[in-house]
């Protein structure tokens, strides 16, 4: 096997094999399930017929990952690792992609250093623990991105545009709003095209100064004005001379037409498949009127993204690689830039704006990151040729150890919400035959869902059908009088319930009813407070004589 071949396998195995570690480290959070993974983990265990039932009231955007996540429940049981061990490969094959692309477009320094910085940026490390599916969206736009670049280079088949496609779709069926790389690709699509124009006016003297010109392609061996060398290969990058077929081949007239075409249809029958999904979710918009209003200040994290992902659009502009192709700069600025905008832009008509939408577009910054190292390794080495290639080691000691307390954060149960796992432990040491058990709000019966066990034994009076017979997430109570009169019935209720810090005001009858009888018939006999539940163990009153 050649040098340049192993180098091509080494790089996006080396930023598998990184990430996957991260994702490793810690990967039980101390054996806690937040809410949002809770959702998962009691749907996956439903059968299907549950699932489609549910899905036809809430959830139907998660729908085709809650039938991936019941399939590995059935093979391998409901546990942490299995719930979250899917977001951790995933987000290996988006570090490789990463790693790959950037070694494609801007050298192996580039992609090496593109798939590492992947893993430990912060909402990565947040993600890719997370029983959710955006990881796994970030994994196919990766490789959707890839096989763009593929098919942008020349070396693509009618395969690789249905690979394309479908990769597309099947990233939209995870979440649409990542159908957002579409005109991302659009315009890589774009500059790549205007950069195989220039380059083909170069090389056949339309330029001033003619072929050979001092400075030129074709010349001194130089890249245009910049000063430095072609990359490995020659002047046409890693690979050598453009060999027929290649994007950037100035013998194939109408290439770019057709290229734009073939990926308009691929592009078509992806939104095709996904706008049923699309159109049917509108009709569950209530499940996110609780995401706030875009404000400016949630610009500023996106706005310190754009800045970096800029700066290495720059420093990308010295690569010697691919001076006839894709550069990272053309693909990685508009996969970071156009998600973050059209999100923004999406919540001006209706708040949507939360980073997880568009995780996949950390992709884009991974890259640019990659072709910023690439560049210093570049600069470093024509100056100390034997510094150059300890710069990636260092760069990632220092980022590591700059990082370490978000990664230790993110690892932490408190980096959540709140734990439904702690919250039923508390059940479990205080329950006694007999006792009854409420829920407020009734969301927070997901406790019950993820862990039975520790209420059996228990009553939920205020439910009248279980979430699985109704095809909902949280279960249909009772009416308030219903449920007041079964309270006080019973000796020993066990609330479930939110800690303070993030509790919300009773927005319904029924749980303002539970407060008012609970406040007025019983007392509290043991309060527990952890991980953000709050478990209350309250014995009714004696009666006035």
Not at 178 to 196: D, K, Y
Not at 415 to 423: C, G, H, I, N, P
Request: contains cysteine.
């Amino acid at each position: 096997m050649s040098t340049a071949r192993t180098t091509r396998l080494l790089v996006p195995s080396a930023a598998a094999l990184w990430t996957s570690a991260l994702g490793l480290w810690g990967l039980s959070r101390q054996n806690s399930v937040w809410r949002d993974e809770a959702a998962t983990w009691q749907v996956a265990r439903r059968s299907t017929a549950e699932i489609a039932q549910l899905l036809g009231n809430v959830d139907v955007v998660h729908g085709l990952y809650y039938l991936l996540m019941h399939g590995l429940f059935e093979l391998f049981g409901p546990g942490t690792t299995v719930l979250r061990l899917p977001s951790v490969a995933a987000m290996a094959v988006a570090a490789a992609c990463v790693a790959a692309l950037g070694h494609r477009l801007a050298g192996p320094w580039a992609g090496l250093g593109g798939g590492v910085a992947l893993g430990l940026l912060p909402a990565v490390q947040f993600y890719l623990q997370e029983g959710r599916p955006y990881a796994l969206v970030a994994a196919g736009a990766g490789v959707s991105t890839l096989l763009l670049v593929t098919l942008l280079e020349g070396r693509g088949r009618t395969v690789h545009w249905i690979a394309y496609g479908g990769t597309v779709a099947l990233c939209g069926l995870l979440n649409w709003l990542s159908l957002m790389i579409l005109p991302a690709h659009l315009l890589t699509l774009l500059l790549s095209g205007r950069s195989v124009r220039r380059v083909r006016r170069v090389r056949t003297g339309h330029d001033v100064g003619g072929p050979g010109a001092p400075g030129r392609l074709g010349g001194s061996g130089r890249l245009g004005g910049l000063g430095e060398s072609g990359g490995p290969g020659g002047l046409d990058g890693p690979g050598g001379p453009a060999e027929p077929g290649r994007l950037g081949e100035p013998c194939v007239p109408g290439r770019s037409g057709g290229l734009g075409r073939r990926w308009a249809v691929a592009a078509g029958a992806a939104v095709v498949c996904v706008l049923p999904l699309v159109l049917f979710s509108r009709s569950q918009s209530a499940q996110v009127s609780w995401i706030p209003p875009l404000t400016w200040h949630m610009l500023i994290g996106p706005a310190v993204l754009l800045a970096v992902g800029g700066a290495g659009a720059v420093l990308d502009r010295r690569s010697p690689y691919r001076p006839d192709g894709p550069s990272a700069a053309a693909v990685g600025l508009p996969l970071l830039v156009v998600p973050q905008l059209g999100l923004a832009g999406l919540s001006l008509v209706q708040p949507l704006f939360l980073d997880r939408y568009v995780l996949f577009s950390l992709l884009g910054l991974a890259l640019l990151i990659g072709a910023a190292i690439g560049a210093g390794v570049r600069t470093v080495s024509r100056r100390l040729p034997r510094a150059g290639r300890w710069l990636l080691p260092a760069i990632v000691a220092v980022a590591s150890v700059a990082l370490l307390p978000q990664a230790l954060a993110k690892r932490s149960p408190e980096s959540r919400v709140d734990d439904v796992l702690s919250a039923a432990d508390a059940v479990r040491r205080l329950k006694r035959p007999g006792d009854a058990v409420l829920f407020f709000p009734s969301a927070r019966r997901d406790t019950r869902l993820v862990s039975p066990d520790a209420f059996s034994g228990l009553e939920d009076i205020a439910l009248a059908r279980t979430p699985e017979r109704s095809g909902t997430l949280k279960g249909v109570e009772d009416g308030p009088a219903r449920i007041r009169t079964a309270m006080l019935t019973h000796r020993r209720i066990l609330l479930v319930t939110d800690t303070p810090a993030v509790s919300r005001p009773p927005a319904t009858e029924r749980d303002r009813m539970k407060r008012s009888v609970l406040r007025n018939h019983f007392r509290i006999v043991t309060d527990t407070q952890t991980r953000g539940r709050r478990v209350t163990l309250y014995e009714r009153r004696a009666a006035p004589r």
